[in-house]
């Protein structure tokens, strides 16, 4: 497969740094709000936070909906693969997993995407890619360092919620680009597939969890702006308009530079020292994306 026109714009290169740094924050903001409230809870507020902005902005510039019935019931559907299960698969396991391990079985999602993509899409990557996705993956390892936290310190359970999450978000990923492709209706699709998602997250947190709602500490209504506004809205918006022209495989594998954001960000914010492993790890990214994108 050819690296495509739509990431060699600048324009467009620009606007996945900007989604890649607001992920990358996340995986700052999200300890924090675990530390307020519960997972589910977390992951409701971040995708109803999302919502509540995005769909101004989708109804101001689309007064006059293009949507049929079945695109809207569709949009609707796909929020639970890409948003609720995606989401709330993350959070629960969250608070049972170290960062970095989490960062890894999460940044499985371009293998997946790679996976399916031939058989939903029809998109076929060449040696290269593959190559450039592996050495990816192989920076994500080497930058998480799982070894250094003993065998077995990843719960079954919580090791099966997030490789569920990486699967679910590519399995959204590509039936998304599948259904709306081209159609030219991309960011209303969006407000309904996160609208979809917030509410399969808000009626489980409320089965789950009756009765409760989450606290009104400054710190966790600060992660929740973040992640809400900054890293789902903003994002979200970002990642399909990208995917409205980028092979999905591709597009996913660019999403290895957020684990590197992460780590660079906690480098300058917490004061964490970055090791010569976690040096080597960013380089491994940053050759993986030359030779996806190249």
């Not at 509540?52 to 929020?79: E, I, K, M, Q």
């Not at 009765?211 to 710190?219: D, I, K, M, R, V």
């Amino acid at each position: 497969m050819s690296s495509p026109v739509g990431m060699r714009q600048p324009r467009n290169a620009i606007l996945f740094g900007l989604v890649a740094f607001a992920w990358g924050m996340n995986y700052i903001f999200v300890p924090i709000g675990l530390e307020y409230t519960s997972p589910l809870w977390l992951a409701s507020l971040r995708a109803g936070i999302a919502i509540v902005f995005v769909a101004p902005y989708v109804y101001v510039r689309h007064r006059r909906s293009v949507l049929t019935h079945r695109d809207r019931r569709d949009a609707l559907l796909l929020g639970i693969p890409n948003t609720a299960l995606f989401l709330g698969l993350w959070f629960v396991a969250a608070p049972q997993v170290a960062a970095g391990e989490t960062a890894i079985l999460i940044y499985t999602f371009p293998l997946w995407v790679a996976l399916f993509s031939p058989w939903v899409l029809g998109h076929h990557l060449s040696q290269r890619h593959w190559i450039a996705i592996t050495i990816g993956f192989l920076g994500i390892v080497v930058i998480s360092q799982p070894w250094t936290l003993g065998a077995g310190s990843v719960p079954p359970v919580a090791l099966l919620e997030l490789l569920g999450a990486a699967v679910s978000w590519a399995i959204g990923t590509v039936l998304y680009q599948q259904r709306f492709r081209g159609a030219q209706v991309v960011q209303e699709a969006n407000a309904y597939q996160l609208g979809g998602g917030a509410l399969v997250l808000l009626l489980t947190t409320f089965l789950v969890e009756p009765g409760t709602l989450p606290p009104t500490a400054p710190q966790l209504w600060l992660a929740v702006l973040w992640i809400g506004v900054f890293g789902t809205a903003f994002s979200y918006m970002v990642w399909y308009y990208l995917l409205d022209q980028v092979p999905a495989a591709t597009l996913a594998a660019y999403s290895f530079l957020t684990p590197l954001v992460a780590l660079v960000a906690a480098a300058v914010l917490l004061g964490e020292r970055l090791t010569v492993p976690e040096l080597g790890g960013v380089a491994l990214v940053l050759i993986s994306i030359y030779g996806i994108g190249t």
